[in-house]
């Protein structure tokens, strides 16, 4: 695996554009790595043995039509998967080296390493907008104040929100309008200064103002953290990833950098799937 | 295409004048509807209002500090007043909440939280259910079987442990509704954020339910101060003072209940006046919790 391996096409990923790592470069460092990942409810199979390489500091969408498994991939990847009754998992996720799904390894030790953003925006309803952020901290056992407050400033700076809300820290988290909400909860999930930071359909729920607020956020953060994002929007996929999985019926079809799955897919399924004849 | 569109404005047509038919005969029954359920409203206040007003009318002129400091003077001369009884139901009624409302509450969250299936919790559910509709009269007898005689004399204690099995039930069930109701994406959110089970919910999920479990409270509460029948069983009733946790003590509704059984018009003014101030303190606790659950803190701590 030390050479770039060739496509169906017989172009040599990675070679033409000159930036762009490629998914199968074995030398890359990944961040994620997901090996005969399996997805249960109950007897049903949502997802079937995924492989899947996750590279450090990009941001990598998972795509495809409803009921594909892109959530339910998603929330395997930090053991929320399980937090739904009837619902396991099995095979290997490593992360950092670390596999997850090691007996000896407590999920609430994995999660505060692996933010979570969900599709709807869900800060603390009791809570203020400085609390709902330093929420994670405290409640982790953090006590030094000055540490939170520096956090929460740097925290609501890198999720686009300090300046409208930095008079205002006292006011609670549910006054905000929708797209600040789910701003709020991506401070709250970078205030655990995360390492990979997942993102379940983050836009679904807000207006395309919100949206694109959101979308230039994931574009900066590419910078410090991994992103993992599930969108059912393309167009989403295809202006803030780098690169792309493409799922269907709970297996992965295809995986490779974005540009290449949006303008030369190497299966039917996926061309079809983006040129939107189903799905 | 001719055809059709003239079938289409006939079937409107049709349609407009069963609409227009039935629109009158729609406005008729809201009307009835809307008054039959005002009527409703009246009998349901009237009954409510017209206690209030007897109780008031007749027991005003009952209320005095004599009245509300001094124990009963001799039966029948209009001396005294009904202090102990005072006196004996905040004693009682709270130590029984603060007996029954933690119990009651931690079976709550155990039930809604941390119950993973199988049968104990149904079990816990169905007895709890079973506990809430048990006559009051029996929880008393029990209280008196275990606690009364095995202490050797009507107490505090045994009233007290009495209402807070009353008490209990109430709380549970209305505990684990309330959070049942608190939206499922809260623990979710702690759980991403690597935050331990119990401070989600401790810390998240409770303050979201606090105003619903606060309300059970004091409707648990509201029901236990006027509990007549279990504390006839277990604090028996003086006309003393409170002397200590393992002796009788008395309670409004008990005295309620003693001055009305008297042959004296005197005696009969004392227990309106007596259902009147139980009625105030009942009020002011609800009203007064309430106020406190609704005024929410946002205390950002920089």
Known sequence: MEEPIETEDGIIEGASETKKPTIQGATEKYKVRMENVNGWY??????????????????????????????????CLNRMHEMTPGAHADGRVVVDGIDIYDKSIDPVIIRRRIGMVFQKPNPFPTMSIFDNVAAGLRLNGMKNKTIIREIVEESLKNAALWDEVKNELEKPGMSLSGGQQQRLCIARALAMQPEVLLMDEPTSSLDPIGSSKIEELVRTLRDSVTIIIVTHNMQQAARVSDFTAFMYLGDLIEYGPTNQIFMNPAKELTERYISGKFG | MTDNSNSSKNYAKILHEIVNKKYKKRLLVNKLVTMFTIVCVLA?????????????????????????????GSIGSGRGGIGPAIQGTVI?????????????????????????????????????DVL????????????????????????????????????????????????????????????????????????????SAKNGILTGIVIAISRIAGETAPLIMTILGTSLFFTGITGPVDALPLRIWRLASQPYESAHAFGWGSALILIFMILTLSVGLRFLARTKSFKADY
């Open chain 2, 44 to 72: 349901a206040i009237i009954p409510l209002g017209s206690i209030l007003l007897e109780v008031v009318k007749n027991g005003a002129s009952a209320i005095s500090f004599e009245f509300l400091t001094q124990p009963q």
């Open chain 1, 42 to 75: 109950g007897a049903k199979r949502a997802i079937k043995d995924i492989h899947l390489d996750v590279k450090e500091k990009s941001v990598t969408a998972f795509i495809g039509p409803s009921g594909c498994g892109k959530t339910t991939l998603l929330r």
């Open chain 2, 92 to 128: 009682v009624v709270g130590l029984a909440s603060l007996i029954g409302a933690p119990v009651g509450v931690l079976a709550g969250i155990y039930l809604s939280e941390f119950a993973k299936g199988g049968i104990f919790p149904d079990l816990v559910r169905f007895f709890n």
């Open chain 2, 132 to 207: 809430t509709g048990l006559p009051s009269i029996v929880i008393g007898i029990v209280g008196y079987v275990i606690i009364v005689l095995s202490i050797g004399s009507f107490s505090v204690l045994a009233g007290s442990i009495a209402l807070s099995i009353i008490m209990i039930p109430i709380v549970v069930r209305v505990t684990e509704e309330t959070l049942k109701i608190v939206p499922y994406s809260l623990r979710e959110a702690g759980h991403s954020l690597g935050i331990s089970k119990a401070k989600i919910t401790l810390s998240i999920v409770l303050p």
